[in-house]
């Protein structure tokens, strides 16, 4: 190598340190900022092994979510009902995104909602293993929203909820992978009693369910397949089971004016309490409607975020109970109202209160519920302890001395089956919290409001009447309500609710 070569070489490999020198101290790369993510994303997917397809989600963020990179968040998934897909939840069907902005601005913490794509599957594995779909969103679905978004990735934050078809499957995946979520919320749960089940039409038995749990063409009790068992929550809760599902937090809900889906329901809650699950229950005004699963909504994800927020149980703060000062009682303790004293203290309805072991001044209270905004109307609020004279005794006490053209009758817990022997006396009937024995017999000259918390002792009763009365063809009202853990608070929350339903007077 000659002389002047070596030396432009040298000079060479000299400016190639100094010029990495001088990256490493004055030309540091920018950071590269993480792409925001839109509160709502739609229509992303994956391609799933384990059904051979691509899957379809929607994915609903945080508000801070882009502002908080170091902040992990809890999951719900939010599983659609049959005939829907991933975009239901929101749009003009659910308007999830509006209500969960609505419930965040009235302090509900942020999760993180995902809404995959189910088709017509009930949110489980085909019998034939065909079509794995609960087993896809498992083993991979969660896993796959795990790694792609800050979830806080245990099943302490994570639950499920569905509408319809999707409340099965909430109800469904939480039993058959308790591991996996906290928490299930099943709204208006699309399934059916076996006798239901048994005389569906074939062509709603066959593809609707026999399509999914095996017994396609087949007629009764050859449409109860061991599959569908397995996977059925009537069939599933029992008291042996208790220790495999108890680890997960129920919340059922369902509206009075279901075509049959109730039923089903109503009976699934029965049997909970008779085998000891701890469970939310409520029955509401409505029909199987978004309308009824939005509403349902305020009360299911502050559920949620409770639990996973680490508390060991979840309450409601009581509301303040309304009750009017200033109601009026003569000497036996009745309310006259102001339209029946302008009456000349004739016509209108007699409301008899029976009851037996409650304290005297909660009825007062109760009458003073009843009465609030209907003074002009004609009515008599009558309290009756059927431990000193029986309802038709009552009856016949006070006709005289208040002469009414109608009787009406709100039967308080045991007062319930002497009510119900004397359905001929009133036109009306309101139980509450009320126990009925013997056979239950109603008529369609008859209004009957049912109501109950979900922990009150007497669920039978209230399964038994509302199925009377749907089974008739009646006119009826059911609710079933939180309850509050205060028995007067409870009580006159009942008052409240029997009041707007009241059959007026």
Same mark, same amino acid.
């Given at each position: 190598?000659?002389?002047?070569?070596?030396?432009?070489?040298?000079?060479?490999?000299?400016?190639?340190?100094?010029?990495?020198?001088?990256?490493?101290?004055?030309?540091?790369?920018?950071?590269?900022?993480?792409?925001?993510?839109?509160? =709502?994303?739609?229509?992303?997917?994956?391609?799933?092994?384990?059904?051979?397809?691509?899957?379809?989600?929607?994915?609903?963020?945080?508000?801070? =979510?882009?502002?908080?990179?170091?902040?992990?968040?809890?999951?719900?998934?939010?599983?659609?009902?049959?005939?829907?897909?991933?975009?239901?939840?929101?749009?003009?069907?659910?308007?999830?995104?509006?209500?969960?902005?609505?419930?965040?601005?009235?302090?509900?913490?942020?999760?993180?909602?995902?809404?995959?794509?189910?088709?017509?599957?009930?949110?489980?594995?085909?019998?034939?293993?065909?079509?794995?779909? !609960?087993?896809?969103?498992?083993?991979? !679905?969660?896993?796959?929203?795990?790694?792609?978004?800050?979830?806080?990735?245990?099943?302490?934050?994570?639950?499920?909820?569905?509408?319809?078809?999707?409340?099965?499957?909430?109800?469904?995946?939480?039993?058959?992978?308790?591991?996996?979520?906290?928490?299930?919320?099943?709204?208006?749960?699309?399934?059916?009693?076996?006798?239901?089940?048994?005389?569906?039409?074939?062509?709603?038995?066959?593809?609707?369910?026999? /399509?999914?749990?095996?017994?396609?063409?087949?007629?009764?009790?050859?449409?109860?397949?061991?599959?569908?068992?397995?996977?059925?929550?009537?069939?599933?809760?029992?008291?042996?089971?208790?220790?495999?599902?108890?680890?997960?937090?129920?919340?059922?809900?369902?509206?009075?004016?279901?075509?049959?889906?109730?039923?089903?329901?109503?009976?699934?809650?029965?049997?909970?309490?008779?085998?000891?699950?701890?469970?939310?229950?409520?029955?509401?005004?409505?029909?199987?409607?978004?309308?009824?699963? /939005?509403?349902?909504?305020?009360?299911?994800?502050?559920?949620?975020?409770?639990?996973?927020?680490?508390?060991?149980?979840?309450?409601?703060?009581?509301?303040?109970?309304?009750?009017?000062?200033?109601?009026?009682?003569?000497?036996?303790?009745?309310?006259?109202?102001?339209?029946?004293?302008?009456?000349?203290?004739?016509?209108?309805?007699?409301?008899?209160?029976?009851?037996?072991?409650?304290?005297?001044?909660?009825?007062?209270?109760?009458?003073?519920?009843?009465?609030?905004?209907?003074?002009?109307?004609?009515?008599?609020?009558?309290?009756?302890?059927?431990?000193?004279?029986?309802?038709?005794?009552?009856?016949?006490?006070?006709?005289?001395?208040?002469?009414?053209?109608?009787?009406?009758?709100?039967?308080?817990?045991?007062?319930?089956?002497?009510?119900?022997? /004397?359905?001929?006396?009133?036109?009306?009937?309101?139980?509450?919290?009320?126990?009925?024995?013997?056979?239950?017999?109603?008529?369609?000259?008859?209004?009957?409001?049912?109501?109950?918390?979900?922990?009150?002792?007497?669920?039978?009763?209230?399964?038994?009447?509302?199925?009377?009365?749907?089974?008739?063809?009646?006119?009826?009202? =059911?609710?079933?309500?939180?309850?509050?853990?205060?028995?007067?608070?409870?009580?006159?929350?009942?008052?409240?609710?029997?009041?707007?339903?009241?059959?007026?007077?």
């Amino acid at each position: 190598m000659t002389k002047n070569r070596f030396f432009l070489l040298l000079l060479c490999a000299l400016l190639v340190l100094s010029s990495c020198g001088s990256c490493s101290k004055h030309r540091r790369l920018p950071d590269v900022d993480p792409v925001p993510l839109p509160r =709502y994303s739609t229509g992303l997917t994956f391609s799933s092994k384990t059904l051979g397809v691509t899957v379809t989600y929607d994915i609903m963020l945080p508000r801070e =979510y882009n502002d908080n990179p170091d902040k992990r968040y809890p999951v719900v998934y939010c599983l659609h009902g049959y005939g829907d897909d991933n975009t239901s939840w929101n749009g003009k069907y659910m308007s999830c995104e509006a209500k969960i902005t609505s419930l965040e601005n009235d302090g509900l913490e942020p999760m993180i909602y995902v809404f995959p794509c189910g088709w017509k599957t009930y949110w489980c594995d085909r019998y034939d293993g065909t079509f794995p779909y !609960m087993t896809m969103l498992a083993t991979e !679905m969660v896993p796959l929203i795990d790694g792609a978004y800050r979830t806080i990735a245990d099943r302490g934050h994570r639950a499920i909820t569905g509408y319809s078809m999707g409340g099965f499957g909430a109800m469904a995946t939480a039993m058959k992978h308790p591991d996996l979520f906290l928490a299930s919320a099943p709204l208006s749960m699309s399934f059916r009693t076996d006798e239901q089940y048994m005389t569906e039409s074939q062509s709603g038995w066959d593809n609707q369910w026999g /399509k999914v749990f095996g017994g396609v063409g087949q007629t009764g009790e050859g449409r109860l397949t061991d599959y569908y068992k397995d996977h059925c929550p009537l069939h599933q809760f029992t008291a042996a089971n208790k220790s495999k599902y108890s680890s997960v937090h129920w919340f059922l809900t369902c509206g009075d004016d279901e075509q049959q889906l109730l039923f089903a329901n109503d009976d699934l809650h029965v049997m909970m309490r008779e085998n000891g699950y701890d469970h939310e229950y409520r029955v509401g005004n409505g029909g199987h409607t978004s309308s009824y699963w /939005k509403t349902a909504l305020e009360e299911i994800l502050p559920w949620f975020s409770a639990l996973m927020a680490g508390k060991t149980s979840w309450q409601k703060e009581p509301r303040e109970i309304d009750v009017p000062a200033g109601c009026t009682f003569d000497s036996e303790g009745v309310h006259l109202s102001q339209g029946y004293i302008d009456a000349g203290k004739s016509g209108g309805t007699a409301f008899y209160i029976a009851y037996e072991d409650i304290d005297p001044a909660w009825i007062r209270d109760a009458m003073a519920i009843i009465q609030r905004g209907a003074s002009s109307k004609k009515f008599v609020l009558l309290p009756c302890d059927i431990a000193v004279r029986s309802i038709s005794e009552w009856v016949s006490y006070y006709k005289d001395i208040y002469p009414t053209d109608a009787s009406q009758v709100l039967a308080i817990g045991k007062a319930g089956s002497e009510a119900m022997q /004397k359905q001929a006396l009133f036109s009306a009937f309101y139980f509450e919290n009320a126990e009925v024995t013997g056979e239950i017999t109603v008529t369609d000259d008859k209004y009957y409001y049912i109501g109950q918390t979900d922990d009150g002792p007497y669920y039978a009763t209230a399964n038994a009447l509302y199925k009377a009365c749907k089974s008739s063809g009646v006119n009826f009202e =059911y609710r079933c309500r939180n309850s509050l853990n205060d028995k007067k608070t409870d009580f006159l929350t009942g008052i409240e609710f029997i009041k707007s339903n009241i059959n007026y007077f």
